[in-house]
């Protein structure tokens, strides 16, 4: 298509050409006033792509609006009205689509700077962590010669205890069965002795 030669079209190729927006590129040929229809349906990606085709041609009255919508959507009103006033002070103009790119740069590195960040503190908090970890691993249990030991010493003091239990258990037997005997010598002779006075009285 020769340059400076602008095509119009009807409405009826307006809704055909939006159906087809990913086949555009350079978009110098076509009159203004369908461009003001066509282009507000591209994506930002589609839009990117047609200015970067469109050689000669400023797009710039129908695409500015459209960047600052982009701007207004994508990073809020607020810092669309901050930009607007700090242009306003500066005395300053600039196309809304550097403005986009330019904010999408600084929203980037934040989000880079931000991500570092919590890269070190997450960095830390697992340094942290596995410090805890060694120094509960460095408090080693007593070694199972030692409970050993203090198991055998434990054992050998009962079993003293016990012994002298049964050792008094056994003296105590003894000493109530020689109780028992001389109880039992006593009684004994305490019968025998009648028998021997009545005998001695049979005799006389």
Known sequence: MEKGRLIRLNDHWVSVA????????D???LDFRFLDQL??????DQLIHIEKCTKG????????KLWKKFFERDFGGKA???VIEKMKI???SFKW????????KRVEKAEKEVGERLKKLYGKEDARKQSRQVR????????????????????SKLMSKLRKQHLNCLEMRNIQAMKMKRTAANCSGLIRKPRTSIQAMNVF
């Open 18 to 25: 939006i159906d087809n927006l990913d086949s555009f590129g």
């Open 136 to 155: 509960v691993l460095d408090k080693v249990p007593p070694s199972s010669s030692s409970n050993k030991r203090s198991g055998s010493k434990k054992d």
């Open 80 to 82: 669309t009205d901050e």
């Open 39 to 44: 282009l507000p349906h591209c994506s930002k």
């Open 57 to 64: 041609t400023d797009l710039t009255p129908i695409t500015d």
């Open 97 to 104: 689509s550097e403005l986009y790119q330019e904010k999408s």
């Open 27 to 29: 978009v110098g040929y």
């Open 90 to 92: 500066k005395k300053v």
